[in-house]
Structures are given as structure tokens and as C-alpha cells.
């Protein structure tokens, strides 16, 4: 997606300046060069693994979406509740890494 077009392409420098906390001196790094690093969370880790689950049932999605479409989805809230709290706990229950 292209969000804008770049005018002027001599502006374009391949250093950036920098300015350290407290201090007047710029410091000047290569463009590409990582300016932090970069951690993912334990939870995020989680939720990865979750996206790859091949127990994905693309029909069971497709026939909720089609009993939504027609008014026919009945939301049951006791059984979300159950659910989410069972969840809370095998997440609290977890070892944490």
C-alpha cells in the first residue's frame, strides 16, 4: 500500500542522527542498523502457538456465521462465563517461563 510519494529523493540521507539523553552530540548509525531489541512476551509466545492449533474447523465457522446471518445463533452467557473462567485458570496454573 502507498501511502505517499517521496518528492524529493536527495533529502533521503543513508545516516540518522541520534541525540543521547542529556547530551548536545548527535550519534550517528547506519539506516538498518537495529536501533532496539526486541523481546516477545511469554503470552505472545502463547498465542503464536495458538494461531498454528490445526484444530481450526473451517465448517463449524462457516455454520456459525451462517446462523448469525439467518438470526438463529443463540448466545448461551453461563457457558461463556464457564469457559473464560476455566481459561483464567489453566493460564494462572501454568509454570511461567
Known sequence: MKIGSVENKASLTPLQTERKPGSDKGVSRAEGEPSAKVA??????LLSQAAEDPSFDAAKVE???QAI???KFEINPDKIADKLI???????ERPRN
Open 63 to 65: 455454520r456459525i456465521a
Open 86 to 92: 476455566a481459561n483464567a485458570k489453566e493460564l494462572l
Open 69 to 71: 446471518k439467518e438470526g
Open 40 to 45: 516477545i512476551s511469554s503470552a505472545a509466545s
